[in-house]
């Protein structure tokens, strides 16, 4: 079972306070060696057990707080903390006790002494009825003990550890109160969100019981207040948002914490009349200095605006609060401590005479969603749109899903189809969750993200699906085009958008729903209504398709079921193809969801229930069906149940078949059976057949039952002679089909037309490429039992060697593909056959790849070249006095002289010019590409040199050759 809220509130306080208060008392250790017994209590039960006073406690944060607890006078009650001891011996265990003195023999001692077991113990002594004790404490608050003990009484109010009270009688009894008049301290900020508190009371209480020792805490908020601001509400409708604050929270072992007696720590307080409830949570969450009371108080606001045709709905609208849990700095929140809670949604409601619309924003985790509805006679639209703000490294995302729909008939497009409606979606930074997109179609709720005829109504479910169905994805694009097509005026319509997400993935998606309406769409005999999502995934390659009957009926008979194909190829091939589910024994392939069957609902009355379901199935080696009829006709639990069903599967090769039948009927009389009977025939077979079954009556008191199990055949022989799996092999590796030639030429080397068919035909082979030979039809490197699903005797075959030619071996690497396993492995048990995957890769052939070529050792060879550098003449300088400017035409020259873009005058930097030696380049024929070794590293001589034989060939460098 799930802790509950209050539960770990109540974990979390006693496990903090009592590991602080253990911690301050062990820190005091030296201290408290030095103590003595205080004469004070000598007359009381604790005499020898109560130390000296301990006054300076501001070094130790708890006890700064307990010290807040200190008052009184000395002569008479009061509060104090003093040095404690467990026995009046000397060597007995040291701590620390916070102890209330009567001013009589009346004495309450709240007590911490380091150790194990680790306890925060109350101990009280010489109580006789009636109060006990009134001390009047600085803080303005009053602490007040009462009850009975006829001996002393200790229980553990924190940790586990509780002290044995043999003397104490049941009924024994004590309670401290804590009150505070108010008003109290007021948290939050001027003119915002506050939180005032009024009167405080506080209670503990232990008493004796039949059962043992009873511990609880009560807390009572009495005549505090609750300001929320509304924010920009405020300019649009004047609010009062002033609650009441009177909560009570209770705290006791094996119960938790409650508030206003509800365990999730969750009440609901009245309010005004535009807020008609206050909304109070307390809930703990992790903080970087220990756990936190998160208070949350929210309310909705509901209003008309004014002057104005416009409803308006604001959710979430509140405050927060956080409470440390750890004793310490901080344990009181300062006054500006109050925060503002964020809206978690909005209504908006506007209705004129032309236009009317309603939309909803919700927040959903991280996501802002939201649904519009517009609606301008005779046209509508509607939008969806998710928003996800860039936080912590994720960038911002959208998706928004518009379309808008034209009054029937539609356009007219011929042939009785019509266009509805058109929209589109786009999503940015989003990508497609296949399984919630599949969960959503199956469930029928991602029928409501297409042309919706309430967007808001259905905006709900609708703004659920949104952020599961498109999660956010850095770099990921959703994009389609969504339409909505009719025919025969309504009597068939389809919705369908195709969406194309561009990512780390390429993927097609296709998602829709129809609806077929028989005779008359207005009032249907037959209504088929049907969600469907398609994907296609070139990269696996796969395709799915989904599609999912809700809301369908025949001849007021409800409809439902799933239809579900895929196929699927590369590493885990697959071929499934079923509608309402499988075989109870079919092991089902991954990627495949849970299937609903095909169900039909044939009811007459309320008290005759009569349901029949249905399915078949087809995979790449089995045929699936089976169907159920169930009758139950029962008044106030007496009629009648029964049932019929049948299961079959056949596996098509080899072929085998496994069939069940059942059926049952039982009498029943206020909610017992009185007659029943049963009957199980479990068939398999052929060679060899095997009927099992079981048949029992049951009548009232007793059951007769009578088992059988016959088997007949033998496992048929072969009628012809078994293939010869060799000669298959050798076969399928002798087709010229199976041979292909892959080149991989030299930069610089071009092949001709003629040269490139030669190499697709594998008439040729490339010297730098290599040779792939692969078939299907033996399977290599695995033992055999089959062939083409006929019997063969058990053999392997494997690829052990190749050569190009004679004297030249060739390197191997395997090559894969897919073959049903089915056609080759040796006949297993009906389980196992259904555990076995349709395909599996297995070895088909080999790369054959030439050894690298040896040529003759190379030779050095000298190179020499010129080098010349080109530059532009640089301009004349132009000298000229003053005196000499004395027209247009000279200031001309002094200007252009003095340009500031002329070399001269501003050179330009020395660039650094870098000689790559170019790649040289061949001109070959043809056929010369079968013998001449060149290779893109070798040297004009060796190139020479290969080329020696071919007289129509020469070598040159490529700078050598102008391209025209």
Not at 193 to 222: C, F, H, I, K, Y
Not at 836 to 849: E, R
Request: aromatic letters at 4%; one cysteine or more; hydrophobic letters at 50%.
């Amino acid at each position: 079972m799930a802790q509950s809220a209050g539960d770990r509130l109540l974990e979390l306080l006693a496990r903090e306070w009592l590991s602080a208060l253990h911690d301050a008392a062990a820190r005091l250790t030296d201290r408290l060696a030095t103590l003595g017994p205080d004469p004070a209590f000598d007359g009381t039960p604790f005499a020898g057990r109560v130390l000296a006073r301990v006054d300076d406690l501001g070094g130790v944060p708890v006890l700064a707080l307990v010290a807040t607890l200190v008052g009184g006078t000395p002569s008479g009650p009061h509060v104090a903390v003093h040095g404690w001891r467990d026995a009046p011996a000397p060597d007995s265990p040291r701590g620390l006790a916070l102890v209330v003195a009567s001013g009589g023999p009346a004495v309450l001692a709240v007590t911490v002494v380091p150790g194990e077991p680790r306890a925060v113990v109350l101990r009280a002594g010489g109580l006789t009825g009636g109060t006990a004790a009134v001390v009047g404490l600085p803080s303005g608050a009053t602490l007040q003990v009462s009850g009975t003990t006829s001996a002393e009484l200790a229980a553990a109010v924190l940790g586990d550890g509780a002290p044995p009270t043999p003397a104490a009688a049941v009924g024994d009894r004590v309670e401290i109160t804590l009150e505070r008049a108010g008003p109290g301290p007021v948290w939050g900020l001027p003119g915002g969100p506050s939180v005032r508190l009024g009167a405080v009371s506080a209670q503990v209480t232990v008493a004796v019981t039949a059962d043992g020792v009873a511990r609880s805490a009560d807390l009572a908020l009495e005549g505090g207040e609750v300001l929320l601001a509304p924010g920009f509400l405020a300019a649009l409708v004047p609010m009062d948002l002033t609650f009441p604050l009177d909560l009570d929270l209770r705290a006791a072992p094996g119960t938790g914490a409650t508030l206003g007696g509800s365990p999730s720590l969750s009440a609901r307080l009245p309010g005004p009349g535009a807020a008609p409830w206050l909304d109070v949570v307390v809930d703990v969450v992790d903080a970087a200095d220990g756990p936190r009371a998160q208070v949350t108080l929210t309310t909705a606001v509901d209003v008309d605006l004014p002057a104005v045709p416009v409803h308006l709905r604001a959710e979430g609208l509140g405050l927060a609060l956080a409470l440390p849990l750890r004793p310490g700095p901080g344990f009181t929140p300062a006054p500006d401590a109050v925060r503002g809670a964020e809206p978690t949604g909005a209504e908006v409601a506007v209705s004129v005479p032309v236009v009317s619309g309603a939309g909803v924003l919700r927040r959903r985790g991280a996501d802002l969603v939201g649904a519009l509805a517009v609606e301008i006679p005779p046209m509508s639209a509607s939008a969806f749109a998710a928003l996800t703000p860039a936080a912590d490294g994720r960038p911002l995302s959208l998706l928004v899903i518009m379309g808008a729909t034209f009054p029937p008939p539609g356009v007219q497009i011929g042939f009785g189809f019509a266009v509805m409606g058109l929209g589109g979606v786009i999503g940015i930074n989003r990508r497609i969750d296949r399984d919630a997109l599949l969960r959503a179609v199956a469930d029928g709720s991602a029928a409501g993200l297409l042309f919706p005829a309430d967007p808001v109504g259905a905006g709900e479910r609708a703004l659920e699906v949104l952020p599961a169905v498109f999660p956010a994805s850095r770099g990921s694009v959703v994009a389609g085009p969504m339409f909505r097509l009719g025919w025969g005026g309504q009597v068939v319509t389809l919705s369908v958008a195709v969406l194309v997400e561009s990512g780390v993935d390429d993927r097609l998606t296709i998602l829709g729903t129809i609806v077929v309406a028989l005779p008359d769409p207005a009032a249907p005999i037959v209504l088929i209504r049907a969600t469907f999502a398609g994907l296609i995934e070139p990269t696996v390659p796969s395709v799915t398709f989904l599609a999912s009957l809700e809301g369908s009926h025949i001849v007021g008979a409800p409809l439902t079921g799933d239809i579900f194909l895929l196929t699927r190829g590369g590493p885990d091939p697959e071929l499934v193809l079923s509608a309402g589910g499988f075989h109870p024994a079919f092991r089902v392939p991954a990627g495949v969801p849970v299937l609903r069957r095909l169900s039909l609902d044939l009811s007459p009355v309320p008290w005759i229930e009569l349901r029949c379901e249905a399915y078949v199935a087809v995979t790449s080696t089995t045929l699936q069906l089976g169907a159920r009829l169930e009758l139950v006709a029962e008044v106030a639990g007496c009629g009648l149940r029964g049932w019929l069903a049948f299961d079959a599967l056949l596996q098509l090769d080899p072929f085998r078949f496994v069939a069940d039948v059942s059926g049952g009927l039982a009498l029943r009389a206020f909610g017992r059976k009185l007659l029943g009977v049963q009957l199980a025939l479990h068939l398999e077979g052929p060679a060899p057949y095997l009927a099992r079954g079981r048949g029992s009556i049951d009548i009232f008191l007793f059951e007769v039952s009578l088992d059988f199990e016959v088997g007949w055949g033998r496992p048929a022989a072969p009628l012809t002679p078994a293939p010869d799996v060799g000669a298959a092999l050798r076969a399928a590796l002798a087709d010229p089909a199976a041979w292909r030639s892959r080149g991989d030429p030299p930069r610089g080397v071009v092949l001709t037309d003629a040269a490139r068919e030669a190499l697709g035909a594998a008439s040729v082979v490339d010297p730098y490429g290599s040779v792939t030979v692969q078939q299907t039809r033996v399977p290599l490197g695995v033992e055999i039992g089959r062939l083409d699903g006929r019997p063969v005797p058990t053999q392997r075959w494997d690829l052990v060697g190749a050569r190009l030619r004679d004297g030249e071996p060739a390197r191997t690497s395997p090559l894969r593909a897919d073959f049903p396993p089915a056609h080759f492995l040796a006949p297993a048990s009906d389980d196992e056959a259904l555990a076995t995957p349709a395909f599996l890769p297995l070895v088909s052939g080999a790369t054959l790849t030439p050894e690298p070529a040896t040529g003759a050792p190379l030779r050095p060879v000298d190179l020499s070249w010129e080098e010349r550098v080109i530059v532009q003449d640089l301009p004349v300088p132009v000298r000229a006095g003053l005196g000499d400017v004395t027209g247009l035409d000279a200031l001309s020259a002094v200007l252009v002289a003095t340009s500031v873009d002329d070399g001269v005058w501003w050179p330009e930097p020395e660039v650094v010019v870098e000689v790559v030696p170019a790649p040289p380049a061949v001109a070959v024929s043809t056929w010369s590409m079968a013998t001449a070794d060149v290779r893109p590293e070798q040297t004009v001589l060796e190139m020479e040199q290969a080329l020696g034989g071919f007289g129509d060939l020469v070598a040159v460098e490529a700078w050598e050759v102008a391209v025209r």
